[in-house]
DNA sequence: GGCGGTCATTCCGAAACAGCATTGGACGCC
DNA sequence: GGCGTCCAATGCTGTTTCGGAATGACCGCC
């Protein structure tokens, strides 16, 4: 058997170890900016870090998301495709934290 | 009051800088099994790091989202409200990578 | 009063992360 | 064709974050 937690005994969520809320937002910012480099500045983070998110997203994911032009980044379809999801899911948790605050306040603030 | 990054000079996705999938997975786990211990146990975790996976998530939330009891932990109603969208949000996160994988399975295989 | 079970806290070592500096590849310019 | 420019990728290092063992605090039970 094998020792690491590749038991897959337990049929969880499946993987999602790597995928990181960060990532999802550095690859949109990227994706809407079409630069590292800018999209970095935008995260106000820098170039390295980024790039980083974006390549360890597309080993998750096992394929590339982006095509490295001269000019920056550009969308594949597959990247087009996981962009639709990752704006949901961004939007999905902007809506999960305002709904408790909103029962929270409802509760304690009356 | 908190003098953190309250800036908001960016109008970006607004923070979600400390909510993290990893939290959001230890929170289902516990509300499903009403112990922190037990969910620990599942989730290939020990007790310590996911009371604070909690406890980070309800400081993040600014709300209580369990009751402590002695006989383990219990949703309050702001924790219920949270569920549901933290399932959600689990189930696009899976939706983004099957999705994923299927456009570049129809690219790349034909 | 001792015991078992629960979550919270403290401390420490390891892994992850961001940033700096640099490399490597592609194109335009002269 | 050599050189400078613009871009992303990589090596390396300091810092931060994170998980885990031990411990504390609380409560019911016998």
Chains 1, 2 share one sequence.
Do not use: K, W
């Not at 058997?1 to 910012?29: D, K």
């Not at 704006?87 to 809506?95: K, Y």
């Amino acid at each position: 058997m094998t020792a690491g937690p590749a038991c897959t005994g337990r049929r969880e969520h499946a993987r999602l170890r790597s995928v990181s809320l960060t990532h999802i937002q550095s690859f949109i910012a990227v994706a809407e900016e079409g630069h590292v480099g800018r999209a970095a500045r935008r995260l106000h983070l820098t170039q390295p870090p980024l790039s980083r998110h974006i390549l360890a997203l597309e080993d998750e994911l096992g394929t590339r998301l982006f095509e490295r032009t001269r000019n920056g980044m550009r969308l594949l379809p597959a990247g087009e495709a996981f962009l639709l999801h990752a704006r949901r899911i961004l939007a999905e948790v902007d809506a999960a934290v305002h709904t408790v605050r909103g029962v929270a306040g409802s509760h304690t603030g009356g």
